[in-house]
Every structure is written in structure tokens, then in C-alpha cells.
T-cell receptor
Framework: EAGVAQSPRYKIIEKRQSVAFWCNPISGHATLYWYQQILGQGPKLLIQFQNNGVVDDSQLPKDRFSAERLKGVDSTLKIQPAKLEDSAVYLC???????????????FGPGTRLLVL | AQSVTQLDSQVPVFEEAPVELRCNYSSSVSVYLFWYVQYPNQGLQLLLKYLSGSTLVESINGFEAEFNKSQTSFHLRKPSVHISDTAEYFCAVTSNSGNTPLVFGKGTRLSVIA
């Protein structure tokens, strides 16, 4: 079974530029998550999708971050314009989304490491 | 809201020695608890989880964790570590109602020394 795919793996940009990350979840997984992991900290949820609807985006900085999952499969996360403090690893995860509550296992991709100069 | 405290940021240990990685959580509601492991240059993988039932949960590679509600802890233990256990370990918590996000601790870097 193929895992969660993310691209690119690494990205270096200058502040005020824009950047986009792509995620393809495990086939059949209805729930998709984007996390931000700043160096020395644990992952922090940015947004959660159930199929193509947003379940939780309370921690997404909506003035600069946006995400979509148009067909309920793959997803993109965009930052525009980027700030220095956006330097982090952006993790995508997916789960079956059976509606059984928070106990589902989340499967993580390898992440995209972003450096903003 | 839930929160997690991992008391040790780094734990060095000799190969074949026992190890305990500490995790304490805070929550006003009942919780599910998880340990995830991140090997170098890889994504996070679930190691084990507590949802209900027996408070002692085990992984396939010899780790175990015990849910202690009175002490709000979910410490991870292994009686004998291997070089291959070198990784970053994250404790995470969510409410058992399913309507709160998974909240991670800052992680503990386990370094196994030959």
C-alpha cells in the first residue's frame, strides 16, 4: 500500500514570495490533515478536511495560508506572502475518516521542509 | 482544550539498557492517547495508542505505555533498546469525542549508544 506522498521535499524562498505544497493521501482515506512543525516543537494542526469539506481550520492563519481539496483526494497548501516565521516542516497526514471519533490512526507523509530567507 | 508535556527533550541511553520517555497530559474531558515515532528523514508513524480498555498498551517492537488517569500520564517504556530505536518520539492527546484536534508534545529525542 502506497503511503502519503508529498512534494516538494524541500523549498527555499525569500520572504514575501508565495509557495505551494502538494499532498496525495492514502487511497480511500477520507480525512486529510495539514500540520506545521517548527524546529524543536511537535506538529500543530493547520487544517483538517473530511472529503472535500473543511472540518477544522481554527489554527490556519487565513490572511496568508490557504488550502483546498477540490475532488476529495489530493490537496494543496499555499502560503502567500511568506514570512520568516513560516520556516518549518509541513506535514500532510490522512486517516480512514470512518467517523469513529479521534481514535483513528493518522498516516503521515515525509513532509516538506520550507526555509524562508 | 488538551495539552501535552514531554518532560525530557533528549534521552541518551546505552544499547540493551531500559528506557522510559515521560509524557503528561492535561484535559478536562476523557482522552485518547498516542505515541508516534519519527525516524530520521521519515514521516511520523504510530507506535501505539490508548483508546479504552486495558491501561497497558504494547507495540509490535517491544515498547509499552501505561495510561494512568490519576497521574494524567502516558509514559513510554522499553526494557532493552536497540540502535534502531534511535528516533524522535512524540506523545499526543485528543478528546474521545472526536471533535478536537490531535495535540502533540514537543518530542523526545532518544539516542541509543553502542
Amino acid at each position: 500500500e502506497a503511503g502519503v506522498a508529498q512534494s516538494p521535499r524541500y523549498k527555499i524562498i525569500e520572504k514575501r514570495q508565495s509557495v505551494a505544497f502538494w499532498c496525495n493521501p492514502i487511497s480511500g482515506h477520507a480525512t486529510l490533515y495539514w500540520y506545521q512543525q517548527i524546529l524543536g516543537q511537535g506538529p500543530k494542526l493547520l487544517i483538517q478536511f473530511q472529503n472535500n469539506g473543511v472540518v477544522d481550520d481554527s489554527q490556519l492563519p487565513k490572511d496568508r495560508f490557504s488550502a483546498e481539496r477540490l475532488k476529495g483526494v489530493d490537496s494543496t497548501l499555499k502560503i502567500q506572502p511568506a514570512k520568516l516565521e513560516d520556516s518549518a516542516v509541513y506535514l500532510c497526514a490522512s486517516s480512514l475518516g470512518l467517523g469513529t471519533g479521534g481514535g483513528e490512526t493518522q498516516y503521515f507523509g515525509p513532509g516538506t521542509r520550507l526555509l524562508v530567507l | 482544550a488538551q495539552s501535552v508535556t514531554q518532560l525530557d527533550s533528549q534521552v541518551p541511553v546505552f544499547e540493551e539498557a531500559p528506557v522510559e520517555l515521560r509524557c503528561n497530559y492535561s484535559s478536562s474531558v476523557s482522552v485518547y492517547l498516542f505515541w508516534y515515532v519519527q525516524y530520521p528523514n521519515q514521516g511520523l508513524q504510530l507506535l501505539l495508542k490508548y483508546l479504552s480498555g486495558s491501561t497497558l498498551v504494547e507495540s509490535i517492537n517491544g515498547f509499552e505505555a501505561e495510561f494512568n488517569k490519576s497521574q494524567t500520564s502516558f509514559h513510554l517504556r522499553k526494557p532493552s533498546v536497540h540502535i534502531s530505536d534511535t528516533a524522535e518520539y512524540f506523545c499526543a492527546v485528543t478528546s474521545n469525542s472526536g471533535n478536537t484536534p490531535l495535540v502533540f508534545g514537543k518530542g523526545t529525542r532518544l539516542s541509543v549508544i553502542a
